[in-house]
């Protein structure tokens, strides 16, 4: 099954006509980091950044322990990549969250349909998709309110992805984009905190 990472912008969305300079600074932050990971490409679109393996050798669990030190990033995903239509998705969903939803006893559902093309509007998705999880798993009930558990379901223009809940990120804004800054390490705490503060701030 194919997998690859969803990043999500933080506050670099708000960055109007800068915005595009600051994600091109992301992108070159994250490509740095990845190396170690394996090889990866790097794409942006409708505010979020993919961050697809390019090999089989590419570590994924090492590559989400680095893209959650990364700062510009609020949040992220390992996802599953699927066709993008609805059996496809049926299928992806209950056999990709499987550990997940064997040890869980509620869960809900939540789409986003970014490809207004597709032709099941997100309720329905929602509905579909729960549907098919609950004849899997038996065992489990819905719950709106207070899941165990949010199987997530994004359709956008490149592909169908599936994944659980997102991975808060270290946010801020990436590295680079305010200039340099030094700072003088004393022996307390407060000078290597604030050399991170500082380094999430760009």
Known sequence: MKEILLLKDGEIVLKGL??????????????????????????SAQSTIY?????????????????SRVFGIIAFSRAAVCEKTIESVLETAPKYLENQLSNIKTFKVEAKRSDKKFPLKSPEICREVGGEILSKFPHLKVDVHNPDLVVNVEIRDFGAYVHGEPIRGAGGIPV?????????ISGGLDSPVAAYMMAKRG
Do not use: M, Q, Y
């Open 176 to 184: 680079g984009t305010g200039g340099r800054a030094a700072i003088l």
């Open 51 to 67: 961050v697809k393996p390019l090999d089989d050798d590419a570590d994924l669990e090492k590559a989400c322990e680095i893209v």
């Open 18 to 43: 800068n915005r595009r300079s600051f994600e091109d600074v992301l992108k070159k932050n994250l490509k740095h980091a990845l190396r170690s990971a394996g090889r990866f490409e790097i794409t």
